[in-house]
């Protein structure tokens, strides 16, 4: 399993990692991430050739992620490193 991290400009660390799930009809076309760091989860699902690139866009994915179970803008943990 390939696991990518990027250290983020609040040095907070998250790796990024396959999740075995992903939309049966998506399956060629896109993966589904793990995106975690210190107890917090996001999720995001993109185009496999997005991930599967020679260098990926970490912070890209990472600013389009939403935690675990939400949605965007809706049931969102708090990040403490906005408002900053």
């Not at 799930?21 to 996001?42: F, I």
């Not at 999720?43 to 970490?58: F, H, T």
């Amino acid at each position: 399993m390939t696991i990518r991290s990027y250290t983020a400009p609040d040095g907070r660390t998250w790796d990024f990692r396959l999740r075995p799930e992903v939309r049966q009809e998506e399956a060629d076309t896109h993966v589904t991430l793990l995106v975690e760091s210190l107890g917090s989860v996001r999720v995001i699902s993109c185009l496999r050739s997005e991930w599967e690139a020679s260098a990926p866009d970490l912070a890209g994915l990472l600013a389009r992620a939403v935690p675990v179970g939400g949605s965007r803008g809706i049931g969102a943990e708090s990040d403490p490193s906005e408002g900053r």
